[in-house]
């Protein structure tokens, strides 16, 4: 028994070192990389939250008439979700989100998005998006909290519905995307989004005032997604995505939509589309969702504990802007 014990610690320390090893390696490759991705974007601010190294920032949006950005992400230690607001005048506001009955409100918030007179914030394994009024999340006091007016369902069953990892919108309609990694359980996808060698999906919601939610309750469209998609940014004629995991290589791509026939999607028969490559860029690690603001592309990355101590390699903790000609 004390052998067979002895071999098990030998071999968690060797995956251990491998871990090291590999870690070490991607850390390397992505400091060599660097150079490439400053010469093609640029420093916008602080990232809001920063200084909280427990905050693991997921999402951006942008509110035009207010020029206000918002951040969403989730505590690490599972406390309260916090929602960060970077004003025009560069003041940040940090509220609170709180569920329909009032308590905190404790999930992933993958994704923000804003779209009529409603703030979106994606709910990840519950398959759907809490659901703010505008108003009330532009207006909120530092410290305040906002109750959410319900939960918009992005499933209709187990079987039928997508994950609500990330979000972004165009101002008429709110487009949830799913994010997929081979080999992680935690990231299984319903095996009816498998299409050709795609496992994930983008789902189009309008919007729709006369909606309770503002939102039309079955989708219009879907696109499929390649692996480790974070966030999509819709442009006049592209499709952007922030590609990342962790060290693993990162990169924002312009993707040409193709019809791909039709899908059915929580009961009913969608166009489906596919996102064709047609530029690429590499991007710094641990990149989360982007906002689309007058042909810039602006990327929220994580900041979670481990990559906080990288970060300073590559000033991870401010918003980089990267205008979409430099993505060829």
Request: aromatic share 8%.
């Given at each position: 028994?004390?052998?067979?014990?002895?071999?098990?610690?030998?071999?968690?320390?060797?995956?251990?070192?491998?871990?090291?090893?590999?870690?070490?390696?991607?850390?390397?490759?992505?400091?060599?990389?660097?150079?490439e991705?400053?010469?093609?974007?640029?420093?916008?601010?602080?990232?809001?939250?920063?200084?909280?190294?427990?905050?693991?920032r997921?999402?951006?949006?942008?509110?035009?008439?207010?020029?206000?950005?918002?951040?969403?992400?989730?505590?690490?230690?599972?406390?309260?979700?916090?929602?960060?607001?970077?004003?025009?005048?560069?003041?940040?506001?940090?509220?609170?989100?709180?569920?329909?009955d009032?308590?905190?409100?404790?999930?992933?918030?993958?994704?923000?998005a804003?779209?009529?007179?409603?703030?979106?914030?994606?709910?990840?394994?519950?398959?759907?998006?809490?659901?703010?009024?505008?108003?009330?999340?532009?207006?909120?006091w530092?410290?305040?909290?906002?109750q959410s007016?319900?939960?918009?369902?992005?499933?209709?069953?187990?079987?039928?519905?997508?994950r609500?990892?990330f979000?972004?919108?165009?101002?008429e309609?709110?487009?949830?995307?799913?994010?997929?990694?081979?080999?992680?359980?935690?990231f299984r996808?319903?095996?009816?989004?498998?299409?050709?060698?795609?496992?994930?999906?983008?789902?189009?919601?309008?919007?729709?005032?006369?909606?309770?939610?503002g939102?039309?309750?079955?989708?219009?469209?879907?696109?499929?997604?390649?692996?480790?998609?974070?966030g999509?940014?819709?442009?006049?004629?592209?499709?952007?995505l922030?590609?990342?995991?962790?060290?693993?290589?990162?990169?924002?791509?312009?993707?040409?939509?193709?019809?791909?026939?039709?899908?059915?999607?929580?009961?009913?028969?969608?166009?489906?589309?596919?996102?064709?490559?047609?530029?690429?860029?590499?991007s710094?690690?641990?990149?989360?969702?982007?906002?689309?603001?007058?042909?810039?592309?602006?990327?929220?990355?994580e900041?979670?504990?481990l990559?906080?101590?990288?970060y300073?390699?590559?000033?991870?903790?401010?918003c980089?802007?990267?205008?979409?000609?430099?993505?060829?």
């Open positions: 028994m004390k052998k067979a014990g002895k071999l098990c610690l030998n071999c968690l320390a060797g995956v251990l070192a491998a871990f090291g090893l590999l870690s070490l390696v991607l850390v390397l490759w992505n400091v060599a990389r660097m150079p991705i400053q010469r093609i974007s640029e420093t916008a601010f602080d990232l809001p939250g920063h200084e909280d190294p427990l905050f693991d997921q999402g951006i949006a942008w509110d035009e008439e207010t020029n206000t950005f918002l951040f969403s992400g989730y505590r690490i230690d599972r406390a309260p979700c916090p929602l960060y607001l970077r004003r025009a005048d560069g003041t940040v506001t940090r509220i609170e989100l709180l569920g329909p009032g308590s905190p409100l404790r999930t992933h918030a993958g994704g923000i804003l779209c009529g007179d409603y703030v979106y914030v994606a709910g990840s394994g519950a398959d759907c998006l809490h659901v703010f009024r505008r108003e009330e999340v532009l207006s909120a530092d410290g305040e909290g906002v007016v319900g939960r918009f369902a992005t499933a209709v069953s187990e079987e039928d519905g997508l609500a990892s979000l972004t919108s165009d101002g309609t709110v487009y949830v995307g799913e994010f997929h990694l081979p080999g992680l359980p935690m996808l319903r095996s009816s989004h498998a299409v050709g060698s795609t496992r994930a999906l983008l789902a189009a919601f309008p919007a729709d005032p006369d909606k309770p939610l939102l039309s309750d079955a989708p219009s469209a879907a696109y499929c997604l390649p692996d480790m998609v974070q999509v940014a819709f442009g006049a004629d592209r499709v952007y922030s590609r990342a995991f962790f060290l693993l290589p990162a990169s924002l791509a312009a993707c040409d939509p193709a019809p791909a026939g039709t899908l059915e999607l929580m009961g009913q028969e969608v166009p489906l589309y596919t996102l064709e490559e047609t530029a690429s860029v590499g710094p690690p641990f990149g989360e969702e982007i906002e689309l603001v007058d042909g810039r592309l602006y990327l929220a990355t900041s979670p504990l990559p906080a101590r990288f300073g390699l590559w000033e991870g903790q401010k980089r802007v990267v205008p979409v000609e430099n993505i060829r």
